[in-house]
């Protein structure tokens, strides 16, 4: 079963506009780890960030901000004033705790951000 | 500077042989990791290794085989089993489990 949903697969938008990017998750481990990675054309993933499942503070990290809601297991990322450097496949992913799962990442399909100029 | 290589960035296969791709890693990291990616798909795990000298099957291990016989190194044989083997894999590493990964440049083998 699908353990990392992100059910946009594209999203274009024009210079300056915000994007929300979806990712649901599913576990029923009560510690996992969540995390976002960015792809661009070249290929090599990116890491965005980690958060694990009891801190559900939001963050911002410049035009970068993510929310994280366990009570509909999203964890929603947003980039602000998007700019054409933005143009990548953003991946959302989990990690769970048990010991079937050590450190294995399990990724969603990707949800692909096209920003024209 | 610290980080992942692969090698090589392209590779070309003939139908019915093996291949083996390069990982190697100067961070100091116990875990690696191989991840196949297909056109328009997430990425699939195939082996990962916390340890030198073990390694685990991840969720697409038929065809490939791997070895962990120094920390900085997590080579992957793709082996003429591997029914369809045409993808961008990719190599990671990471301090320990359920910490972040960082991922090389990856591999693009296309099967002639």
């Known amino acids: 079963a699908q353990k990392v949903t992100q059910a946009q697969t594209e999203i274009s938008v024009v210079e300056k506009e915000d994007v929300t990017l979806d990712c649901v998750y599913e576990t029923r481990d009560t510690t996992y780890y969540l995390f976002w990675y960015k792809q661009p054309p070249s290929g090599e993933l990116v890491f965005l960030i980690r958060r694990n499942s009891f801190d559900e503070q939001n963050e911002i990290s410049g035009r970068y901000s993510w929310n994280f809601q366990k009570s509909t297991s999203s964890f929603n990322f947003t980039i602000t004033a998007s700019q054409v450097v933005d143009s990548a496949v953003y991946f959302c992913?989990?990690?769970?705790?048990?010991?079937?799962?050590?450190?294995?990442?399990?990724f969603g399909a990707g949800t692909q951000v096209v920003v024209t100029p | 500077d610290g980080g992942i290589t692969q090698s090589p960035k392209y590779l070309f296969r003939k139908e019915g042989q093996n291949v083996t791709l390069s990982c190697e890693q100067n961070?100091?990291?116990?875990?690696m990791y191989w991840y196949r990616q297909d056109p328009g798909q997430g990425l699939r795990l195939i082996y990962y290794s916390q340890i030198v000298n073990d390694f685990q099957k991840g969720d697409i291990a038929e065809g490939y085989s791997v070895s962990r016989e120094k920390k900085e190194s997590f080579p992957l044989t793709v082996t003429s089993a591997q029914k369809n083997p045409t993808a961008f894999y990719l190599c990671?590493?990471?301090?320990?489990?359920?910490?972040?990964?960082?991922f090389g440049p990856g591999t693009r083998l296309t099967v002639l």
């Open positions: 992913a989990l990690s769970e705790d048990g010991t079937d799962s050590w450190g294995k990442l399990q």
């Open positions: 961070l100091n990291h116990d875990a």
């Open positions: 990671a590493s990471s301090i320990a489990g359920g910490n972040e990964q960082f």
